[in-house]
């Protein structure tokens, strides 16, 4: 049972809430995820501020984790370059950068996804969902929403 000041999240809002965080397993084709959740904030932004609020921590984490992918895969790409660069074959450079940029690609997917499913879970619940570090750029209540503290 929930306190006057709570409010009960229908389930329709609830899955709509999942599937945007459940977008980032979308992910794997760059970005695609990251525009689902954009096209889910944007479509609720006014009907269901709940789901929108859900969506756009879904928005914020998975362009972090895309920025955050980019820049290990590069990294790990140069020093791929540097490590193999004895090698003149041009072939050997491309099969370096793929063989040391493809495991943290798919590392930083592996963990954008089971990020995301832990969060999708939560709001299934109900739960007010923020991710570690990200989870106060957006604010937990719209104006005219009762909060914890409020009658």
Same mark, same amino acid.
């Given at each position: ?58 928005? /914020?984490?998975?362009? $972090?984790? &895309?920025?955050?992918?980019?820049? !290990?895969?590069?990294?790990?790409? +140069?020093? =791929?370059? *540097? ?14 950068? /793929?063989?040391?940029? $493809?495991? &943290?690609?798919?590392?930083?997917? !592996?963990?954008?996804?089971?990020? +995301?499913? =832990?969060? *999708? ?31």
């Amino acid at each position: 049972m929930t306190s006057g000041s709570e409010r009960t999240i229908p389930e329709p809002e609830r899955r709509q809430a999942a599937r945007a965080h459940l977008s980032a397993w979308l992910g794997l084709l760059p970005l695609f995820g990251l525009f689902t959740a954009f096209g889910i904030y944007s479509r609720t932004q006014r009907s269901a501020p709940w789901v929108a609020r859900q969506a756009l921590l879904s928005v /914020i984490f998975q362009t $972090l984790m &895309f920025n955050a992918s980019v820049l !290990l895969t590069g990294i790990t790409v +140069a020093i =791929g370059f *540097a490590v193999w660069n004895s090698s003149q074959d041009g072939d050997d450079l491309v099969i370096a950068a /793929i063989l040391t940029g $493809l495991p &943290f690609y798919l590392a930083t997917y !592996l963990v954008q996804g089971v990020l +995301a499913s =832990g969060a *999708a879970r939560a709001v299934l619940r109900g739960e007010e969902f923020r991710y570690p570090l990200i989870g106060r750029l957006v604010g937990s209540a719209q104006p005219g929403e009762a909060t914890e503290g409020e009658s």
